[in-house]
């Protein structure tokens, strides 16, 4: 499941954070609002991120772990993900216009979010410090914990963990939007 989310995150804001630089003259010339291009690159990704979870479902299933109730809490925790990763994205795709490099940074810093999730280790097995900064420094963390809760179980399923991922979620998405829509027009100018 971490790899899973992680390379959605990775995959999804490389290819529609360029999306500007790469279609500067439709997105300039046409009538369709800009934020549609970005989810249309987004949803194809998203679509690969559905069944690469559907084939973590089956394998929760095979195992036992399976449970349509879980399920049922999954699918706010997977719009919140996809909106905080919007939010991401649509920040991307500002930034790009503006400094070139920032394409070749962020590709390094997702990298490293590979690392820095709990992913191959739990978060009870870091010190207490470094537990912390994982949890509240990287923002996957509480939607990876919550989804494993869902697909695995074996611990009591945490509330807090859960809401703190879904209002990770909505604010990504809203300050992403709102730079989206306020740098826009000066960002394509610039692309």
Same mark, same amino acid.
């Given at each position: 499941?971490?790899?899973?989310?992680?390379?959605? &995150?990775?995959?999804?804001?490389?290819?529609?954070?360029?999306? !500007?630089?790469?279609?500067?003259?439709?997105?300039?010339?046409? @009538?369709?609002?800009?934020?549609?291009?970005?989810?249309?690159?987004?949803? =194809?990704?998203? +679509?690969?991120?559905?069944?690469?979870?559907?084939?973590?479902?089956?394998?929760?299933?095979? +195992?036992?772990?399976?449970?349509?109730?879980?399920?049922?809490?999954?699918?706010?925790l997977f719009s919140a993900?996809?909106?905080? =990763?919007?939010?991401?994205? &649509?920040?991307?795709?500002?930034? +790009?216009?503006?400094?070139r490099d920032i394409e070749?940074?962020?590709?390094?810093?997702?990298?490293? !979010?590979? !690392?820095?999730?709990?992913?191959?280790?739990?978060?009870?097995?870091?010190? @207490?410090?470094?537990?912390? &900064? =994982? +949890?509240?420094?990287? @923002?996957?963390?509480?939607?990876? =914990?919550?989804?494993?809760?869902?697909?695995?179980?074996?611990?009591?399923?945490?509330?807090?963990?859960?809401?703190?991922?879904?209002?990770?979620?909505?604010?990504?998405?809203?300050?992403?939007?709102?730079?989206?829509?306020?740098?826009?027009?000066?960002?394509?100018?610039?692309?």
């Amino acid at each position: 499941l971490g790899v899973v989310f992680v390379g959605f &995150m990775t995959t999804a804001t490389n290819y529609a954070g360029r999306v !500007f630089l790469i279609n500067r003259d439709f997105v300039l010339n046409s @009538p369709a609002f800009r934020e549609n291009l970005i989810i249309s690159v987004l949803a =194809i990704h998203v +679509y690969k991120f559905l069944i690469e979870l559907i084939c973590c479902g089956i394998v929760s299933a095979l +195992y036992g772990f399976f449970s349509w109730k879980s399920m049922l809490l999954f699918l706010p925790l997977f719009s919140a993900y996809i909106a905080f =990763i919007l939010g991401i994205t &649509m920040t991307l795709s500002i930034l +790009y216009c503006f400094a070139r490099d920032i394409e070749h940074i962020w590709a390094l810093l997702s990298r490293v !979010f590979l !690392f820095i999730t709990p992913i191959f280790y739990a978060l009870h097995q870091v010190s @207490p410090f470094a537990r912390k &900064m =994982i +949890y509240f420094m990287n @923002p996957i963390t509480p939607f990876l =914990i919550s989804t494993r809760q869902l697909f695995i179980g074996g611990e009591a399923f945490n509330w807090l963990v859960y809401a703190h991922s879904l209002l990770l979620g909505g604010s990504f998405f809203i300050a992403g939007y709102s730079i989206f829509i306020v740098f826009e027009n000066i960002a394509l100018e610039r692309a």
